[in-house]
């Protein structure tokens, strides 16, 4: 990989996001020995400017950033390091330097559950979410049920609308049977990535 370490007097910005997450975890520096001592070690190392020498991430607290990969961006001066984190990234203690938890998300289908999560611990009678956990898991199962054939049936049209429409009725039905058992898609992607 070729890196333009003159741009920055020696140093790149390298980017540290969560291998499995994709979270953002840091923002540190490399220069080439940093870059090199990485590949080698597999141990995320940085250049620190304020102590003027090579530091692993980890070396003092334990918290070490174990080496997944390392992209260079088009214009060849910007890392992306993905690394698998053991235990907290920031110094100060939070998994992140922007304070944030390193949780999978799923983007809207997290916000989604979210909301499930919402109508299930605080019911409504207006939610048609409420209603269903109302009624209980039977109900619930049956909706998925009857979700399933309607996205077969459709499958089996030329309508890709109504397809989508019932794939979607069936993901959001999937969604509110998993939080009726105690689970969430979290769960599920485990078992997958067991599975791979």
Known sequence: MTINFDKGNGLVPAIVQDAVTQKVLMLGYMNQDAYDKTVESGK?????RTKNRLWTKGEESGNFLE?????????????LVQANPIGP???KGTDTCWAEDN???????SKLESVITDRKNNPSDESYTSSLFKKGINKVAQKVGEEAVEVVIEAKDDNDELFLDE????LYHYLILLQAKGFTLKDVVKVLEGRN
């Open 44 to 48: 995320v190392t940085f250049y620190s």
């Open 103 to 109: 949780e999978q998300s799923f983007g809207f289908l």
């Open 67 to 79: 080496l997944v990969g390392i992209k260079n961006d088009c214009d060849n001066d910007t890392l």
């Open 167 to 170: 794939s979607a009725d069936l």
């Open 89 to 91: 990234t920031c110094h």
